[in-house]
């Protein structure tokens, strides 16, 4: 095959501009009912009804539901990964390196992201889903271990008396404690009794967080 018509090939395979709007319509539904009713909950059928396509086109983008489920984490494990390493760079450079400061680079890049677009909070559910559940660990090691294996280390050095089971234990608290707060705020405001902003709660996590690492 000639260079032009190994180009010509990759050119027709490409995805048009509608199949990758098809596609986020699956992924977002997808998204939508996993985190409303949980893998065990969502069926194919809800999932497309959802996204106004036939059984088929979920099939086609997705595969099967158990497929689909990695795929919906996997979509935007990425990004998110992207920007706590970013960020953990960022303090690197500056030397600025504390506990509070490293959950910060952690955290914050979830709550940002969700500012941006809602079904960030969506999608914090299904990793709550994830991290709960046993049947899922090959997705966690796959699509967040590395970057929590990142951020582990950094706890333990700033940590040398700690145990690597004391930290990791601190940090599962802490990543527990996250999703928490980003799945349950309306819980917090009915116990509250008055409301908070997003930037002062999450100021109070990151303190709570590291003050338990500090234990």
Sequence with gaps: MTQ???????RKRAPSKR??????RVFDAAETIFADRGFDGA????????????????????????ALFHRTVARRAEPLSKARLDALATLRSTGDLTLETLLSAFMRPFF????EDP??????RIVAYVSADDRWRAIA????????EIFLAEILALRPTASRQQAAEGFVFSV??????????GRIGALGQSPARDSDQLDHLIRYCAAGLSA
């Design 119 to 124: 079904r960030w909070r969506n999608y914090a």
């Design 112 to 115: 940002d992201l969700s500012k």
């Design 141 to 148: 090691a796959e699509c967040f271990d590395p970057t929590a």
């Design 176 to 185: 527990s404690a996250m999703l928490a707060l980003l799945t349950s705020q």
């Design 4 to 10: 032009a018509q190994t180009f010509d090939t990759a």
């Design 43 to 66: 069926t194919i059928r809800d999932i497309a009804a959802e996204a106004g396509e036939p059984v088929g086109t979920i099939h086609h983008h997705g595969g099967g539901k158990e």
């Design 19 to 24: 199949a990758l709007a098809t596609r986020k």
